[in-house]
């Protein structure tokens, strides 16, 4: 069972998922530190994640598992996945259990790490530049703007990161050339809620990335 979606959707979405790959791979870095400025931070990040692609990338087809967790671990310190995939249940987090948040925000971010990685086993060499450089806010809340040059083209890019309460910055929402994914993934959680009857452990047993790639 799959996760109907309109064709104007599908055509959003390709263009997400490819975006994506651009803004993962930039966006990674550990965020240890609340002394960190997350200007000089999203702007030197790629190393790491590139360091994972050249030497697990290949293995994409022979050991796919493998691969994903390398990238997931990559990953983890800094996206936010749980407030993320909460955001995108929108509404129907509230009528959700606990369990159903859980598994959802797990069966979203296999599915993003795995969709990711495919994309970006063979990924080449970018130019990154953040926008708007500055120190290290005083606040807990703060967007970052950058330009990607690569072979697919010139993407800019907004990330939305926020401080938490052990003085980490965490990625909560990147907007795309202007697509704004939070929003983008909560309009296909609802249709998908509409379409399987409101039925949430359905939508969460069929979510998967691939399928939206059309």
């Given amino acids: 069972m799959t996760i109907q979606v309109r064709k104007s959707d599908q055509r959003i979405t390709a263009r997400v998922w490819a975006l994506l790959s651009v803004f993962l791979l930039c966006c990674v870095a550990p965020f240890a530190s609340a002394a960190q400025n997350p200007y000089t931070v999203i702007e030197g990040v790629s190393n790491e994640l590139l360091g ?13 598992q493998g691969y994903y967790s390398a990238v997931d671990r990559v990953l983890a310190p800094v996206v936010d996945f749980d407030f993320i995939a909460r955001g995108v249940m929108g509404k129907y987090a509230k009528q959700a259990t606990p369990a159903q948040r859980a598994k959802f925000a797990s069966a979203f971010r296999r599915d993003l790490v795995a969709t990711f990685a495919r994309g970006v086993a063979t990924f080449g060499t970018m130019d990154v530049k953040v926008l708007n450089p500055g120190s290290a806010p005083s606040g807990n809340r703060v967007n970052v703007l950058q330009e990607v040059r690569s072979k697919e083209g010139v993407t800019k890019v907004s990330y939305t990161l926020v401080r938490n309460r052990s003085g980490q910055w965490k990625l909560i929402n990147v907007i795309l050339n202007g697509v704004n994914l939070g929003k983008t993934f909560r309009g296909q959680f609802a249709q998908a809620m509409q ?14 990335a691939a399928d939206k790639v059309g």
């Fill in 52 to 64: 994972v692609i050249r030497s697990e990338g290949k293995k994409v087809n022979s050991n796919p």
């Fill in 195 to 208: 379409t399987n009857g409101g039925d949430i452990d359905r939508v969460i047993a069929s979510w998967s």
